[in-house]
Nanobody
Framework: QVQLVESGGGLVPPGGSLRLSCAAS????????MAWYRQAPGKEREVVAT???????NYADAVKGRFTISRDNAKITVYLEMNSLKPEDTAVYYC??????????????????WGQGTQVTVSS
């Protein structure tokens, strides 16, 4: 059964940190690029970061230098470490998996497997 389950969201003040986790089923984790997306109220879903099954990463310009994506193959889990959080980072964050490595594909298409999302709110 294909499954992606996010956790780790919450309320954090500006400048704070959070770590999101996405536990995946083994059947999709090993051979797929894993990605984090986010969707703020009234806005389109956008890609935040991706990591291929060989560990190559890409980031949206808005989060470069602040967010880090990683994957633990033994735990079949992908993480998103978020530092120096800003109010504009407030969104529902979604985990995604697909057999694609091209960053442009993640920017332009919403395909693959999805988790249910976890809310991140950055506010004082």
């Amino acid at each position: 059964q294909v499954q992606l389950v996010e956790s780790g969201g919450g309320l954090v003040p500006p400048g704070g940190s959070l770590r999101l986790s996405c536990a995946a089923s083994a059947s999709i984790f090993r051979f797929n690029t894993m990605a984090w997306y986010r969707q703020a109220p009234g806005k389109e879903r956008e890609v935040v970061a991706t990591i291929t099954n060989t560990g190559i990463t890409n980031y949206a310009d808005a989060v470069k230098g602040r967010f880090t994506i990683s994957r633990d193959n033994a735990k079949i889990t992908v993480y998103l470490e978020m530092n120096s959080l800003k109010p504009e980072d407030t969104a529902v964050y979604y985990c995604n998996a697909r057999p694609v490595v091209d960053w442009g594909h993640f920017r332009n298409f919403l395909t693959g497997y999805w988790g249910q999302g976890t809310q991140v709110t950055v506010s004082s």
